[in-house]
């Protein structure tokens, strides 16, 4: 059996720190599925379909990496691309207190759905994206923290 | 002096979290009065009313819980229902940090108000009412997570 | 039922900060057994023996609350003195990440144990009978520590 | 060169917590600018310019301290005050956890400040401004969380 | 290229946790390789060939799953057994933070050497080497904290 | 007055993530007092006097940095070298939480002493003196965990 990881978030935007998760990550699986998940209550910076774009366009060469957009539960989308795995980083014990949760959450609404961590790099791991959001807002360049320029 | 706790939340909904905490504290305490506080400025999902009697149904059986409504400042309730403790559940160090500053705030504005900690039983530990929220928000069945059908 | 907390631990030395844990605590129980562990392969600095004399001097108009040394295991001991509670201090998240491991772990050798915390003062939770035996090797006066002088 | 400490936040209000690190950083700097930051997005419960009086009011005769109004970065306004340090509190391993990320992002921008921590004195450490925000909010007395009246 | 992990440790003894992360993690690679490190300064309770020899008998009819017990440092064994990748359970913020570090050491020895994590299964994460070798010292029942019989 | 901190430590051995907070805090001082505690109940990999040699060896250009040893209580020796700060680095949240007794302990001891924290640049916050302790203990290079060679 294919071993498919999904890497679910918002992206908004994808950062250096998802990926590194996915890059290291990709090693693991035959396949990462990163999972952009809509919202339609949130407000986003950068569009969900912009950010498709940029994260496929990055990848276009990496045949085991692609970006895909979803709505719904996590655990039911694992389900529809087939992901038997959820791959997740964790950057500090704040992460790992709310991913532990979650991970359970996800194991009793699908039981087979296994959930692998990585840990950030260390000189990725302060790169979040409402800091991100937060220095875009304020006119700084972000492409430093991206892994392509917005 | 009969001893008295406090079980305050929101409880939207009331989980078996929750149930865990309550029964548990129960042997502590002659009474345990769950406090369901109202804030008209947040939404709710289940409303307090709904909560209020499925509670109190579920523990009718029960004579020393019960469940009330309260407004206002949770310190101040206790002293209305001549509560002497809080009864309060830990799930992991995020509550610790959060519970340890409302336990010392709590003690500043009521000297005699303590706050007593019972650790949630570990394979509840991961259901949150947010998480169940969220599984009710997708249409899932959240009956598993709750001691009662709702 | 009588409810009885033991209050398990070292003491090499008892400090205010299980002082302050007791004296709470002794509002919740009828009676609080403050149990000295004795271990023959752990050196101690100060004996058993003094410290037993020591708190239950301290404690001699307290009906409520008493100190018994024991052997072996903290959860069979709870069960010899009839006590179905075991009381415990929170420092910090460190403290609540190994309480948490003991209190399954207890629950697990005798299920009707219950472990019922409560947070240290924050005055007082800096102090640790570790910091104490290394002030009083380097010869300083370690009185302000405790609840009874040395 | 002149050693000036930003100690930038929102204040709303400036607590007893806020006036003990400012007043401990102040032995370390020869200068410590509390900068309020505004935030137009963000409703406020005390006004920026009311807090920047009441503090300029308590700290009139201390020639090493005073309040300033800004918008933008943080990172930024330091610059602009002179300042090669960031002064930040920690009161817990949830404040340590968020203001590490902050200060690598900082870092990153301007890669000339440094950010210097001081722990909350551990009889203040519960009060932050968002406790002291519920209790006014509930028409509590608030005086005594403050180093002023409001 | 055959995904080879090793999973560390002194299993002094090898518990329920460690077999949940080493089945459930057997899912992820084609080869798991139980390490089990010999350190001659450690006295340990269970010897290294006892515990070779459970662990071989309890997964004799998985063939992804084998002991092998080493000396030196573990990044190196790693190499010796072909394997790129480290299995590691974490339990709570405490093993994370310990996890990260040796994580990191681990990289930089030896740079294609990915450590992947699972978090252990709520209802096991108490059990440790420790909690077992202490019930064990006191002449208690094991055998529930492990997947054989000692 | 002259600010003069000093930077406790058992430097066994001084380490780059030593190096980074001695470095970047003395920015902050007039004066940093690197002081190796010697403590005859411990064994040492790497001697006191070695490493006293290489550390001031290695600042010999740099006036405010100067390496000492002392034995006894660090709060008394901060006294004999006019330090009236202590300057610590932390890595992550258990580091918090020990240097967070310490520190309150210090204060007790002698109460003008005032601990000034930094965070240790992220990609050494791995560095520890024990793991690179276990790293030379297997014949390892350890030279890139240092700022020196040994």
Avoid at 15 to 44: C, M, P, Q, W, Y
Avoid at 82 to 91: D, E
Wanted: avoid cysteine.
């Amino acid at each position: 059996m294919k071993k498919i990881a999904l890497f679910p978030g918002s992206f908004d935007p994808f950062t250096k720190g998802h990926a590194d998760i996915v890059e290291r990550g990709s090693k693991l699986f035959d396949e990462v599925v990163i999972g952009i998940g809509e919202n339609i209550k949130k407000k986003r910076f950068f569009s969900v379909d912009l950010m498709l774009d940029k994260i496929n366009s990055y990848y276009k060469n990496n045949t085991k990496i692609r970006a895909v957009k979803y709505t719904g539960l996590t655990a039911k989308f694992a389900q529809e691309v087939n992901a038997n795995f959820l791959l997740r980083g964790l950057r500090n014990t704040t992460d790992f207190e709310f991913e532990n949760s979650v991970a359970q959450a996800n194991r009793h609404v699908f039981d087979q759905l296994e959930t692998v961590f990585i840990i950030t790099s260390p000189n990725l791991a302060f790169i979040s994206s409402s800091v991100v959001r937060e220095l875009y807002n304020y006119n700084q360049n972000i492409n430093s923290f991206l892994p392509f320029d917005l």
